[in-house]
């Protein structure tokens, strides 16, 4: 094949270096010409935008080889796994848009092959039963540049370590009293080879076996065997587990029958900005009560994604546009973002909302009257047709629209300024009512009755449109703003007196109005429904929310990347105060 695709637009595409490999293998004839991989979550947690990667991945690269993909959960510590955590990858997995087809799988499954195969290496003196306990095996490895010791339960004979192996099996030892290590090189320069764990006594029911086993097989004994059981052709895994392909070919070599093996290829794994990607951190934020849960909108989980408004074809093209590398690296939030406001802005429905309203009343606009206006529900998608948005004598504007003493470039509505009302007219600020504290409880304007639709017969121009909901037809709703969750792009590097990466929360990363206002269009509005507010941004109906009592809204994200020009003006901060003191 080539080595080389066609992107949308013509252009040669280069393969990435995994797609090269299969390439060369599918030339090679190698495995028949099969292609199979596999995506093998642990349930002891929710999914997160990097595991959206691997997915979108293994599952793209099936298919486009006309391959196949398995799920298989990683089941081997029941310590940490719920049924919870199953159930919400396989719905993610749907949700992204791949299917495995009803190759579901489980480590679990394979139990008794995993023993029959350690008991296989202990016959070929390839591992040993080891008392020493966990903390002594631990110390004895020795460092990268020093050799580690030897157990001294090393060179038991065949037969006692059959003996051992199966007792431990039946339950006669406690936790900590034995574990299988492999017989490999205490003096490599790896220190995964140095005759590494592989079985352990753990006296715990499994959710999916129950009190039939209480030895479980370590991650590298269980990863490369159900590969090879499952007949797996490529096995991708993120660049952290480099290190473990010795082990995972070693235990290929001395356990396989055949010329078949299943290939391990490492890719760089995905760590986005402002935010964390650790399952155990993750779990840290929900069980202290700092996020609303898994799929809290501000979490980096997939469930919180999707509540929060992103869409299955944003995150697989963020996924396609990341690509694939060996070198790991931060990416910017940016390029997610973008590629949610690229899908969002052909698909969604366009409403008017106000998130701080002040009133405006149009005092020469007849007191008992009202009328329909015409508004474009998608300009990208004329399809989408138009709908009917009420207008009357009192409506709602931004609060922020609004000024009284205004700079030299605001446009917006300011006593004397005419402006132009989206879709509706033209009005001019005539006087405002306040309070007894001074706050602007009600802005008094006229308006052009010629104007309607926001144009003007006598061709004359407004700079500043404004959008508004009429007051009358206003259906109250709760908005939340959501922000990054942490004020740094790289929270993992931890404050240097706490130690703990939640020094670097963001205490804003939350704002709730409870008082907002839309236009009547999204009363029949349903959880996890779309929109863009004009001016506003992109919102999302909360999968939670009642829609019987009150909507509640999540902001999915601004239209245009306010961090970025926040970050810049971070970045020419010192500058202005470089400048300032040359000028002192």
């Not at 995994?18 to 596999?38: C, F, M, P, V, Y």
């Not at 296989?120 to 010791?149: H, W, Y």
């Amino acid at each position: 094949m080539a080595n080389n695709e066609k992107n949308e637009e013509g252009k040669k595409k280069s393969l990435n270096f995994i797609e090269q490999i299969i390439e060369e293998d599918l030339s090679k004839n190698k495995n028949g010409g099969r292609i199979h991989t596999r995506f093998p979550p642990e349930p002891n947690g929710f999914l997160h935008i990097g595991h959206a990667k691997s997915i979108c991945l293994n599952f793209g690269l099936a298919g486009k080889y006309n391959g196949k993909t398995n799920l298989r959960f990683d089941d081997t510590n029941p310590l940490k796994e719920e049924q919870v955590y199953i159930d919400s990858i396989k719905e993610d997995i749907h949700w992204l848009g791949f299917d495995w087809e009803g190759r579901e799988y489980y480590a679990s499954d394979y139990f008794e092959r995993l023993y029959e195969f350690a008991e296989k290496l202990i016959k070929q003196g390839k591992a040993f039963v080891c008392e020493m306990t966990p903390d002594e095996i631990k110390n004895s490895r020795g460092t990268p540049t020093e050799p580690g010791k030897e157990s001294p339960y090393r060179d038991r004979p065949v037969e006692e370590n059959l003996d051992l192996f199966r007792r431990m099996k039946e339950g006669e030892f406690p936790e900590g009293r034995y574990q299988l290590r492999a017989k490999i090189d205490m003096s490599s320069p790896n220190m995964h080879l140095r005759d590494p764990v592989l079985y352990r006594i753990r006296h715990m029911a499994h959710p999916r076996t129950g009190d039939e086993w209480c030895i479980y097989p370590m991650y590298d004994m269980a990863h490369g065997q159900c590969d090879y059981i499952e007949g797996i052709t490529h096995s991708l895994c993120t660049m952290e587990f480099e290190v473990h392909r010795p082990l995972y070919d070693w235990l290929l070599d001395h356990i396989a029958e055949g010329d078949y093996r299943p290939r391990q290829i490492e890719f760089a794994r995905l760590n986005l900005g402002y935010t964390v990607m650790s399952k155990r951190k993750l779990l840290q934020l929900v069980e202290d009560g700092t996020v609303d849960g898994w799929d809290d909108p501000r979490m980096p989980t997939i469930s919180g994604l999707r509540r929060r408004g992103y869409t299955p074809a944003s995150i697989r093209d963020f996924s396609e546009r990341v690509g694939i590398a060996k070198r790991d690296n931060i990416i910017d939030m940016a390029l997610l973002e973008n590629s949610l406001r690229e899908d969002l802005n052909k698909k969604a429905q366009r409403v008017m909302g106000v998130l701080d309203p002040v009133k405006v009343v149009i005092t020469n606009y007849p007191e008992n009257e009202e009328e329909e206006l015409d508004a474009v529900n998608n300009p990208e998608d004329e399809s989408m047709g138009k709908r009917e948005v009420p207008f009357s004598r009192e409506i709602f504007i931004e609060r922020n629209d609004f000024m009284e003493e205004p700079p030299k470039k605001f446009f917006r509505l300011a006593p004397g300024r005419e402006v132009r009302l989206r879709y509706a007219y033209f009005i001019t600020c005539e006087d405002v009512v306040k309070d007894a504290s001074g706050e602007i409880t009600e802005i008094r304007c006229t308006y052009d009755p010629s104007s309607r639709g926001g144009q003007s017969p006598d061709g004359r121009k407004v700079k500043g449109t404004l959008h508004w909901v009429s007051a009358k037809h206003a259906i109250p709703v709760e908005v939340r703003q959501y922000d990054r969750l942490f004020m740094t792009e790289d929270p993992d590097k931890v404050d240097e007196e706490r130690k703990d990466f939640r020094a670097n929360l963001n205490p804003d990363s939350l704002h709730i109005l409870e008082n907002c206002m839309l236009e009547p269009f999204i009363k029949d509005a349903k959880p996890e429904d779309k929109f863009q507010f004009e001016r506003k941004g992109y919102f999302c109906v909360d999968r939670y929310c009642d829609p019987h009592k009150k909507l509640v809204f999540n902001r999915t994200v601004t239209l245009k990347d306010t961090w970025a020009k926040i970050a810049k003006q971070q970045k020419q901060q010192p500058k202005k105060q470089k400048n300032k003191q040359k000028n002192k």
